[in-house]
């Protein structure tokens, strides 16, 4: 778990627990971690492909702007999430294991990211200094928990006709 406790400017902290990133802008505005994007990017481009159509990774690199070595790690953790299928050779490539209706977004970015704690209080085991006595706490778990229940609900069948609208303006 990647626990968000602070208010900086222009830092990346990198949490000690899992080795992730998140970025704290001059706004002070938290965003997930360019991996993660990254990692949405390419389950989306493969959801417009089908599910039956295989991508080489070198084209799912080159099409999205991702960089290749970042991109192979990424399609290694989406796999090990049952996200992708993966296989070698010359008719190898990269799939989706499921069909995009069946794959939020909530299930990408904690592929890559872990799961997502606003702050340290939201956690299982809830640790704050001031214990019920904090005002902040209510606050920060319905924010929690309005976030991941958008994300869970957002899927890539979902994005993909958003994207269908988008172009036909």
């Known amino acids: ?21 998140y970025l ?3 706004r002070g505005s938290m965003q997930i971690t360019r991996q993660a994007d990254y990692a949405v990017r390419a389950v989306l481009y493969l959801a417009r492909l089908g599910q039956e159509e295989r991508a080489a990774t070198s084209q799912v690199a080159q099409e999205q702007h991702i960089p290749p070595s970042f991109l192979a790690k990424i399609i290694s953790q989406l796999s090990i999430a049952g996200l992708l299928h993966t296989s070698r050779g010359a008719r190898g490539g990269v799939t989706l294991a499921r069909d995009p209706k069946d794959i939020s977004l909530l299930e990408v970015v904690e592929a890559i990211d872990g799961p997502i704690l606003l702050n340290e209080c939201v956690g299982e085991n809830g640790d704050c200094a001031f214990d019920e006595d904090c005002p902040l706490r209510p ?19 979902q994005l993909l006709l958003q994207g269908q609208d988008v172009a036909a303006l």
């Open 1 to 21: 778990m990647t626990y968000i406790t602070c208010f900086v400017r222009n830092v990346t902290i990198k949490s000690s627990i899992l080795g992730l990133y």
């Open 24 to 26: 704290f802008l001059e």
């Open 139 to 157: 606050v920060w778990c319905d924010a929690q928990n309005e976030l991941v229940t958008r994300l869970k609900r957002t899927n890539f069948a």
